[in-house]
Structure formats: C-alpha cells, structure tokens
C-alpha cells in the first residue's frame, strides 16, 4: 500500500523480536469499539471536531448525558446513552459511539446518482466526495444507519471519514487518538476481528456479560467499524443499533432490476418508433371527403 | 370565388386547431416536461449523467429539477382546465381503440373517425395527467426529504420507487407523443405551433370532428 505506514520488518543489532512484524498490513482498515469500556466521555466527539475543523456548538439536553439526539452534518460522532435495566434489576449505563460504520457493501454508495460524489477505498473506508455531491440525499434513503447528513446552506451531504486524511498518513483516526480507556481500536480488519473476539469470549468467560459477541452485520457485508457488545442479541438496546442492517429492498430494486427493466423498454421504445416509420411511414393526407 | 383583391387572410380556408391559450399550455408542458426528462434521466442512470454536466452540472441540475417539475404540474393543471372534456373516452374512442392495429399500420380505411383527439391522444392524456400527479406527490418527498423523520424512512423509499415507475410510463407516452408529432402525422408540429390545419387534414385524422367544426353533418 503505497500510503501505508512504515512498518519496521527487520532491527539492526535488536536482540528479541521485532514489534509488530507479521502483523496484517495488508490493508483492510477497522476501527473496533469496545462499548464494555467506553465511559462515555466523550473525547472522541471533541476529537472529532477539532481534526475536522467543525466549531463547538450547543448541546440538546434531553435528560440523558447524550450530547445531542442525533450526529449532524459537521458532528460525525456522538456517544448514544441508554440507561438500561435488565430483568434482575441491575442498573447499566449503555454507551455507544455511533458514527459512519464503513459497510463493505455501503447502501449510501449505491443509491448516490452523482458521478464521484461517493468513493469506497480499497481499504475499506467510504468517503463522500463533497465537491461531486449534488445534495439530493439518496444516501440517507439508502444508508440503514441513519448517518449521512445535509448541510442545509450548501447542500451537500457530510458524514464521519474515518479520518482517511489521517489513515491515508498512517495515523489512525483522530477518536482512536484521543480515546483515554482503550476502548477504541484502530487496525486492520482480521487483527481487530481477532481483537474483538478474544474480548467478547472474555466477557463471556469471565463477566455476567454471557452474550457478549461481536457487531459485525452480514446484512452490509461486514463493517470496517465494529462493536463488542454486552448482549448481541440486543443490539437495538444501544441507542437502536440495527440488528440485522440490510439496505432497503426499494433501494436495491431501484437500482438494480427496475433500472435495467427501464432502461431497456426506453431502448426498447426509441428502436420501435424507428422501426415503425421504416416500415410504415408517415401517414399520407386524403383529399377532403375522400375516405 | 373571385377574391383577387382581397388582402391576404392568415389561415384562409384552413381551420383553427388549437388557440393561442391551448399552444402556450402545449408548450409549457412539453418543455418543461423535456427538461424534467433529460435531467431526471441524468440521475436515474450513470450512463446519462453526462445531461447533468450539459444542464449546468449536478448541483445546478438538482436545483431546477424539482422547481421545473412544478411548472410541469402548472401546465398540466391547465392543460386538465382546457381539455378534460375533450379528452372523455366516449364510445367513438373505444371503437377507434378496439382498431388501433389499423391505426398504427396506416390503414385509414378500417382506422374508426376521431373527434378533436383521437382515442389514443386521450389515453395519453391520462396517462401524462395521473402520472405528473405521481411524479409531483413523489417529488416532493424527494425535494426535501431532510424534513422526513427517520421514523417515516419508507415514505422516502416509496416516493423514489414511485417517482421512477410514473417517470418510466410517462417516458413511454413521451416518446410515442414525440415520433407521432414529429414523423407519423405530418403537419401536425405546424398544428400545435401555428395552431391551424387545413381541411384535409382535419378530414383525414379527425373526421368527427371536421364534421363539427365545418357543420357538415356526415356529408363533405
């Protein structure tokens, strides 16, 4: 990968290991969301902003910690609050940070009409192309997140990048960065897959958190962000995280069958009047009173 | 008749066809109809995104699409003013439908009389009217969809599914409309331009109605 980071393979007069070598650089990006030890506070979100040059703002207070009810145009990431009570009567604060999920099989790219507007990189990061965008927010029909967002004066759609400004220097993403617990991981996509399944197999071994699995939905084609969750049978639960994310059909039958069904019987439609006056021609004019 | 000193009379002995209102309305529909198509076909299909770049670019193209479609509607509201008697499927109609084989391979002698439209003008009629009712309640879904909740997402996904099927059929009106107008029956881009036809061809495309306009009762 030509952007890749340098990786040290081989150390000069190093007595042990070299750090890091074998790992997977081969690279397919992730960024793995540990939600049983994320406390919410949300340096991620101020993370966020700064990287992405967006100003600080007001906050919505609806009784929860939540900083607002839902991400916006220029507030890609924000930490979902779930107060939560489960049938025994134990309390839990649920914390999610939800943002862009990167799907491999992206909804939003799928449905954008405009040439460039939305690009997938190899690594897996989906990047919306703002000066190619024409503001019509098929992505926002097509996503089953909820995330992409218009910014109502210039109409153009914004949503979370992955930092790949950053990724693309060897940086990981600037939430990763700033996230003081290490509940935010930042790699490739087998590395944070392993990550993640020795996380949830601890909590299912060691914790009450008996199905704690990993979110990594089938529906998108896997995601390049995932989730360990306490319960992933109850995905929902975190600030309605879909549980089976699918694209919607209409949009998969728009854009496949019925486009192609159109654009033949346009085709179709176009041929056959040609065809007609090839074999009929124009109607001829009779004589006043001549039938 | 002996009218050498006469002045010249615009459209002596042809017959008025539409009125300057009805040409105007024509031609309001028609071109903004055009316009919403090539702009519209630039979105549905990457392969005509190129229109986009020659109508002023995507956002540009965004932007007039759905204010275009609404003067769309205007005409059509008009043209249902102006028409909507015309265009009732009367019994001539359905006898002139039953022979629409006839019609379509030029063969005037089995093709039943039409009055001032013909049945399949009338179908089109229709067609075009119940399809920019569609297209307008989908468009405005689509225009402003940052005002539908989340909540109501398959009001959004409903509306684009609908936009592009009523889009579609009044695609295929269009294109029969056009090559009819244009090629199949001459002289009928100078009726809906200058708005006269001359006797013989109101005779021939629509004799109930030359019988009519002319008070000829059956007779020549």
């Not at chain 1, 949300?42 to 040059?53: I, P, Q, R, S």
């Not at chain 2, 042809?14 to 309001?28: C, K």
Request: glycine share 10%; with cysteine.
């Amino acid at each position: 990968m030509a952007n890749g980071p340098l990786q040290i393979k081989a150390i000069s007069g190093h007595a042990g290991t070299v750090p890091g070598r074998d790992t997977s650089r081969d690279y397919d990006v992730c960024k793995l969301i540990d939600v049983t030890t994320c406390i919410g506070c949300k340096a991620c979100e101020v993370a966020c902003l700064e990287w992405n040059g967006y100003p600080f703002r007001e906050t919505v207070f609806d009784n929860t910690y939540q900083t607002m009810p839902d991400t916006a145009w220029n507030y890609y990431n924000l930490i979902r609050f779930t107060e939560f009570t489960d049938d025994s009567g134990n309390f839990s604060w649920l914390m999610r940070k939800d943002q862009c999920m990167h799907c491999a099989d992206p909804g939003c790219l799928r449905a954008c009409p405009a040439d460039g507007a939305i690009v997938q990189y190899t690594n897996g990061i989906v990047d919306f192309q703002q000066e190619n965008c024409i503001g019509c927010q098929y992505c926002v029909t097509g996503c089953p997140f909820n995330i992409p967002k218009l910014n109502p004066a210039t109409k153009k759609v914004h949503k979370c990048t992955l930092c790949s400004d950053r990724v693309g220097a060897g940086l990981e993403p600037a939430c990763i960065k700033a996230c003081p617990t290490g509940c935010l991981h930042f790699g490739s996509k087998d590395n944070m897959k392993d990550l993640a399944e020795t996380r949830a197999a601890q909590l299912r071994e060691h914790t009450s958190h008996k199905d704690a699995g990993v979110y990594d939905p089938p529906g998108v084609g896997g995601t390049h962000v995932m989730y360990v969750l306490h319960d992933i049978n109850n995905p929902e639960r975190y600030g309605g995280l879909p549980k089976d994310p699918q694209i919607p059909w209409t949009v998969k039958l728009w854009k496949k069958p019925l486009k192609w069904i159109g654009n033949i019987a346009m085709a179709g439609g176009v041929l056959g009047v040609v065809v007609h006056y090839l074999r009929f021609g124009p109607k001829e004019e009779l004589p006043e009173g001549k039938k | 008749m002996s009218t050498a000193a006469l002045p010249h009379t615009p459209h002596a002995g042809q017959i008025q066809r539409y009125t300057f209102g009805e040409r105007l309305m024509h031609w309001t529909t028609g071109l903004t109809y055009l316009y919403c198509l090539c702009t519209g076909l630039a979105f549905y299909t990457p392969y005509l995104y190129w229109l986009a770049y020659m109508l002023g670019g995507g956002p540009t193209t965004r932007f007039w699409h759905p204010i275009v479609g609404v003067i769309f509607m205007v005409g059509t509201i008009w043209m249902s003013s102006m028409w909507r008697r015309d265009m009732e499927i009367t019994a001539d109609d359905k006898r002139w439908l039953d022979n629409t084989e006839a019609y379509i391979t030029n063969d005037e002698a089995h093709t039943p009389p039409a009055d001032r439209f013909n049945g399949g003008q009338k179908l089109f009629y229709w067609l075009m009217l119940y399809g920019a009712i569609l297209l307008l309640i989908s468009g405005v879904v689509m225009w402003f969809p940052e005002y539908i909740p989340r909540q109501y997402a398959w009001l959004r996904q409903t509306a684009i599914l609908l936009h592009e099927i009523a889009a579609l059929a009044t695609i295929g009106g269009f294109i029969i409309h056009v090559y009819m107008g244009v090629f199949m029956v001459p002289r009928s881009m100078t009726a809906i331009t200058t708005g006269y036809v001359t006797r013989a061809w109101a005779w021939t495309h629509h004799r109930l109605w030359y019988f009519r306009v002319t008070g000829k009762n059956g007779q020549p």
